[in-house]
């Protein structure tokens, strides 16, 4: 697992993926990272999807937030969401509560590479933390 720590955009993927958020002019590649966790339905979910869907997530978050979104670790979503403060529709905001559910949920790969860590409780607790904050 590429991943450093267990905040939404503390590991490779995640890492790769705002490439393409920086490039992105509207919401489709944050609906598409989510898109690609909830298409595996009950199937195994690999953890390179469900990394790029927190990530997603979190960018769900800051624009929800508005004027008051917390500065992200990540400077350039910082930078995408301030240049793109869209509105989030409310089919986005529940697309997105419904990955973070899948990727808490068996089968999930990054569920249980997380298991095997003494972190996995923070990752757990920061997941069920940015799907509380999502506003539906």
């Known amino acids: 697992m590429g991943a450093w720590g267990y905040g939404a955009f503390d590991n490779d993927m995640a890492g790769d ?8 002019e509207d919401l489709e590649v944050i609906e598409a990272a989510l898109d690609a966790v909830l298409v595996v339905g009950d199937d195994y979910l690999e953890a390179s999807e469900a990394e790029v ?26 930078e995408w969401v301030a240049k793109y403060p869209f509105e989030v529709p409310w089919s986005l905001a529940k697309k997105t509560v419904d990955a973070l559910d899948r990727i808490l949920t068996d089968p999930s ?3 249980e590479l997380w298991s095997d860590t003494e972190d996995f409780d923070a990752w757990q607790a920061s997941v069920v933390e940015l799907k509380v904050g999502i506003v539906l």
């Open 17 to 24: 993926w705002v490439y393409a958020l920086e490039e992105a």
């Open 53 to 78: 869907a927190l990530a997603a997530a979190a960018v769900v978050a800051l624009l929800q937030a508005g004027e008051e979104a917390p500065e992200c670790v990540n400077e350039t979503v910082n």
């Open 109 to 111: 790969e990054l569920l």
